[in-house]
């Protein structure tokens, strides 16, 4: 009997540290961030790289010198190690990335629309700096 008690009281004592499972709603707000790189007053380009919390991206492209239309596309991101890695989907309009991302030597070129760069350094579009700003999404 005494050791029926002893296992009684082993298990609630197991029971009672295991974490509990809810199946009711979160009651934590997942925080997410938008990354945004941006040109800022210059004489040669607008440039925007949007990395989103789903892991997609936007990228928009102007040139002041000679005047030229306005380039979007879209994309996704990952962070590989200390790295952010852009993968450019294929437009049906052609655009030269490596043009963009092959002036700075810190920028790593995988091929024609995957590209590289030090997450916490800053980053070098078609040779002009974008500012780096980080967005709280909830």
């Known amino acids: ?42 004489d ?8 989103h919390p789903d892991s997609t991206l936007s990228f928009y492209f102007r040139q002041f010198d000679p005047p030229s239309p306005a380039f979007e596309s879209k994309g996704h991101w990952m962070i590989s190690k200390n790295d952010i890695e852009v993968i450019f989907q294929k437009g049906k309009t052609p655009f030269k990335y490596k043009a963009v991302f092959s002036v700075d ?3 790593i070129i995988v091929n024609d629309s995957t590209f590289r760069f030090d997450k916490d350094k800053r980053l070098s579009l078609w040779g002009v700096i974008c500012d780096k700003t980080v967005t709280t999404i909830q």
Do not use: D, W
């Open 105 to 107: 030597s810190l920028n």
């Open 44 to 51: 040669s380009a607008e440039i925007k790289l949007i990395l």
């Open 1 to 42: 009997m005494k050791n029926h008690i002893k296992l009684f009281c082993l298990i609630v004592i197991v029971q009672s540290c295991r974490p509990s499972s809810s199946t009711g709603p979160e009651t934590e707000t997942q925080v997410k961030t938008e990354i945004k790189y941006e040109t800022g007053g210059n």
